[in-house]
């Protein structure tokens, strides 16, 4: 018997973004051990997720009995330790160090958010399809999809508020380097209101948040007034819909950051909370390892660029404040967005592919 557990955040658990890490580094490590993976638990989960995955509300007893257990604990450390920046990669080398292949039975723990997003890369797929099998999560993401014109882009705007646990900011407050900030409402407002300027018709939006309020209202009525309120569970439906847009407009969250994440596509980000450092902006520059190049944070090819030496660039995530205009990288990448977008250069489509552009 091989057993796999993911461990939750904290007794009760966290938010999806967050437990997406120990779920994903889980399934990760259940694939190349070989194991059954067990957890995380949702029954505990004061977001009762245990609804959109259809879990028992008692399935937090197998987890904590097993890590109480005597187990094997891969941790931050051990992972570090390996020199590897994929998950996979790290609990195989360490997996080989601790003559795992030789047990017929054992059990192992992972946990935690620590490598990020680079080290569960190869478990987008598996993140998608628990999304998708969720409850509710086809009905109303097709509820939504249906109403699009795929020639437009989608935006998928994610909003945050203070009274959602976030944490309220003074104007002129430095928020760099913090997260689950309240980002004020104009913001959102500003940058809709500078991508409709640019686009004009050929760009459409979706609004999406916990809780609905006076600022999600404003702009709703002046970007979306169409926007259908939906029933059942959207939770997951919300994110697989985030992930599918052209854009995210994302809030400082580790939902937006997911959203981004499964998409791989491009995200723009509030400028005030980037940290800044020679030149350089970073989501994670709060977090002192980030600096050093020899940290599974950062492989060698992804040293800070040289602030002067960008060229022509395109970053997927950017940011502006509120009364900056659209960094150009990104009218370059939605520009060739809404080209893709074309049904009519899509042979798929019963479009066309001129002979010209492939013997060029």
Same mark, same amino acid.
């Given at each position: 018997?091989?057993?796999?557990? /993911?461990?939750?955040?904290?007794?009760?658990?966290?938010?999806?973004?967050?437990?997406?890490? @120990?779920?994903?580094?889980?399934?990760? /490590?259940s694939q190349?051990?070989?194991?059954?993976? *067990?957890?995380?638990?949702?029954?505990?989960?004061?977001?009762?997720?245990?609804?959109?995955?259809?879990?028992?509300?008692?399935?937090?007893?197998?987890?904590?009995?097993?890590?109480?257990?005597?187990?094997?604990?891969?941790?931050?450390?051990e992972?570090?330790?390996?020199?590897?920046?994929?998950?996979?990669?790290? *609990?195989?080398?360490?997996?080989?160090?601790?003559?795992?292949?030789?047990?017929?039975s054992?059990?192992?723990?992972?946990?935690?958010?620590?490598?990020?997003?680079?080290?569960?890369?190869?478990?987008?797929?598996?993140?998608?399809?628990?999304?998708? &099998?969720?409850?509710?999560?086809?009905?109303?993401?097709? !509820?939504?999809? &249906?109403?699009?014109?795929?020639?437009?882009?989608?935006?998928?705007?994610?909003?945050?508020?203070?009274?959602?646990?976030?944490?309220s900011?003074? &104007?002129?407050? #430095?928020?760099?380097?913090?997260?689950?900030?309240? *980002? @004020?409402?104009?913001?959102?407002?500003?940058? =809709?209101?500078?991508?409709?300027?640019?686009?004009?018709?050929?760009?459409?939006?979706?609004?999406?948040? #916990?809780?609905?309020?006076?600022?999600?209202?404003?702009?709703?009525?002046?970007?979306?007034?169409?926007?259908?309120?939906?029933?059942?569970?959207?939770? =997951? &439906?919300?994110?697989?819909?985030?992930? !599918?847009?052209?854009?995210?407009? =994302?809030?400082?969250?580790?939902?937006?950051?997911?959203?981004?994440?499964?998409?791989?596509?491009?995200?723009?980000?509030?400028?005030?909370?980037?940290?800044? #450092?020679?030149?350089?902006?970073?989501?994670?520059?709060?977090?002192?390892?980030?600096?050093?190049?020899w940290?599974?944070?950062?492989?060698?090819?992804?040293?800070?660029?040289?602030?002067?030496?960008?060229?022509s660039?395109?970053?997927?995530?950017?940011?502006?404040?509120?009364?900056?205009?659209?960094?150009?990288?990104?009218?370059?990448?939605?520009?060739?967005?809404?080209?893709?977008? #074309?049904?009519?250069?899509?042979?798929?489509?019963?479009?066309?592919?001129?002979?010209?552009?492939i013997?060029?």
């Amino acid at each position: 018997m091989r057993l796999v557990v /993911a461990k939750r955040h904290g007794r009760r658990g966290g938010g999806l973004g967050n437990e997406m890490f @120990p779920w994903a580094k889980g399934w990760i /490590a259940s694939q190349v051990l070989d194991a059954r993976l *067990i957890g995380p638990s949702w029954g505990l989960n004061q977001r009762k997720y245990h609804r959109n995955f259809g879990t028992s509300r008692l399935d937090f007893l197998a987890e904590e009995t097993l890590t109480h257990l005597p187990h094997h604990a891969f941790t931050e450390s051990e992972y570090r330790a390996t020199g590897e920046i994929d998950f996979g990669a790290a *609990i195989r080398k360490w997996a080989t160090a601790q003559e795992l292949k030789a047990k017929s039975s054992y059990v192992v723990s992972v946990e935690g958010m620590w490598g990020g997003y680079p080290a569960i890369r190869n478990a987008r797929g598996f993140l998608l399809a628990k999304l998708l &099998s969720s409850r509710d999560a086809l009905r109303n993401a097709y !509820q939504v999809v &249906s109403t699009l014109d795929r020639r437009k882009l989608f935006v998928a705007v994610h909003m945050r508020f203070a009274r959602d646990g976030f944490n309220s900011t003074v &104007s002129g407050e #430095d928020v760099r380097g913090r997260f689950n900030i309240f *980002i @004020p409402g104009e913001w959102y407002l500003w940058a =809709c209101e500078e991508l409709r300027k640019q686009f004009g018709d050929r760009i459409q939006f979706w609004f999406f948040t #916990d809780r609905r309020g006076p600022e999600f209202d404003e702009a709703v009525r002046r970007f979306n007034p169409g926007q259908m309120r939906q029933q059942g569970l959207t939770e =997951c &439906s919300d994110l697989l819909l985030m992930a !599918q847009a052209d854009l995210r407009v =994302c809030s400082v969250s580790s939902y937006s950051l997911a959203a981004s994440f499964l998409s791989g596509g491009p995200y723009l980000w509030y400028e005030p909370q980037l940290s800044l #450092d020679r030149g350089n902006y970073s989501l994670w520059g709060h977090i002192g390892p980030q600096h050093a190049p020899w940290t599974p944070e950062m492989s060698d090819s992804s040293a800070p660029h040289d602030a002067n030496a960008t060229g022509s660039a395109l970053f997927p995530g950017t940011a502006m404040g509120v009364g900056d205009p659209l960094p150009e990288s990104l009218l370059q990448i939605l520009d060739q967005k809404l080209l893709l977008n #074309d049904p009519r250069t899509n042979l798929l489509d019963y479009g066309y592919l001129p002979e010209a552009a492939i013997k060029a």
